[in-house]
């Protein structure tokens, strides 16, 4: 038998992202019908900056891009991609940069 999700009742959803940055934890609140766009959305909010290209948010063992998934709702995203509650954020580096000096 199906489960029909448009009739479960929405549940509080917490996610906690591990900085690779910095080392500290953020913990995410919202909905279960919230977008993953909006734990995105306060991830960025609780850094204190914006979205960069090469930034990496990944979620649990087999490092599923979350950006890939930003218009799936929550449920959705653990139900059909990654069920783990927490992410690892990496911002983007730039890449290392080698200068000779002569």
Not at 68 to 97: K, M, P, Q
């Amino acid at each position: 038998m199906e489960t029909n999700v448009a009739n479960q009742k929405p549940h509080t959803v917490i996610i906690v992202v591990h900085n690779e940055d910095t080392g500290k934890s953020i913990k995410l609140e919202g909905e279960s019908t919230d977008l993953v766009q909006s734990f995105i959305t306060k991830l960025y909010e609780a850094l204190r900056t914006t979205q960069k290209p090469d930034d990496r948010l990944r979620c649990g063992g087999a490092q599923v891009n979350v950006f890939s998934y930003a218009n799936l709702s929550i449920s959705d995203f653990e139900r059909n991609h990654c069920s783990a509650h927490e992410w690892v954020f990496a911002g983007a580096t730039g890449g290392a940069s080698c200068s000779r000096f002569r």
